[in-house]
Antibody, heavy 116, light 108 residues
Framework: QVQLQESGPGLVKPSETLSLTCTVSGGSLTNYYWSWIRQPPGKGLEWIGYIYYSGSAHYNPSLKSRATISVDTSNNQFSLKLTSMTAADTAVYYC??????????WGQGNLVTVSS | DIQMTQSPSSLSASVGDRVTITCQATQDVSHYVSWYQQKPGKAPKLLIYDASDLEAGVPARFRGSGSGTDFTFTITSLQPDDFATYYCQQYDTLPLFTFGPGTKVDIK
């Protein structure tokens, strides 16, 4: 069974850049799309973007080019960088494996709070 | 951008009840709608994909139907483990994936 685990800070200061990593175990990154999704406390889910194992990425236009997703196949990891963080970016950030039209496996989530 | 609406936003039901949630897309999304269950403090769990396909290992009491802009999710006989929030999600043009606002199912 494929498992995903997010890692990264729990607290980020306003205007700083968030860096999160998702480590995949029990399977390879090869031939799949890998995604980041976030959920503000008490609110719904927002797709951030995804990346193919080869490195091609697509993003939600709502993030106005603040997001960058990269992949490291040698370590079976993919990562998210989100610049210019504000309080509105406070959320649980999930990584997930994409199967064409949906999200098959999810990580447990990493709560990120933006505060000085 | 395609938006997804869900109704109701919440409902109260008893064990054994039939529960139905609807999801409407602002544009035709063919059959590319999935449904997820989320419990407090946990990640969403995939239940149904491509409108009506049951994810492996998911009980058959969960059903999905619909195409185009109107979709329905049904729990045929609500079980104690089913009290949770349910989200629909569409796949189409950018943004490639959009979620509905969720429906909270709690105990009557």
């Amino acid at each position: 069974q494929v498992q995903l685990q997010e890692s990264g800070p729990g607290l980020v200061k306003p205007s700083e850049t968030l860096s999160l990593t998702c480590t995949v175990s029990g399977g390879s990154l090869t031939n799949y799309y890998w995604s980041w999704i976030r959920q503000p406390p008490g609110k719904g889910l927002e797709w951030i973007g995804y990346i193919y194992y080869s490195g091609s990425a697509h993003y939600n236009p709502s993030l106005k080019s603040r997001a960058t997703i990269s992949v490291d196949t040698s370590n079976n990891q993919f990562s998210l960088k989100l610049t210019s963080m504000t309080a509105a970016d406070t959320a649980v950030y999930y990584c997930a494996r994409v199967i064409t039209t949906h999200f098959e496996f999810w990580g447990q989530g990493n709560l990120v709070t933006v505060s000085s | 951008d395609i938006q997804m609406t869900q109704s109701p936003s919440s409902l109260s039901a008893s064990v054994g009840d039939r529960v139905t949630i609807t999801c409407q897309a602002t544009q035709d999304v063919s059959h590319y709608v999935s449904w997820y269950q989320q419990k407090p403090g946990k990640a969403p769990k995939l239940l149904i994909y491509d409108a009506s396909d049951l994810e492996a290992g998911v009980p058959a009491r969960f059903r999905g139907s619909g195409s185009g802009t109107d979709f329905t999710f049904t729990i045929t006989s609500l079980q104690p483990d089913d009290f949770a929030t349910y989200y629909c999600q569409q796949y189409d043009t950018l943004p490639l994936f959009t979620f509905g606002p969720g429906t909270k199912v709690d105990i009557k």
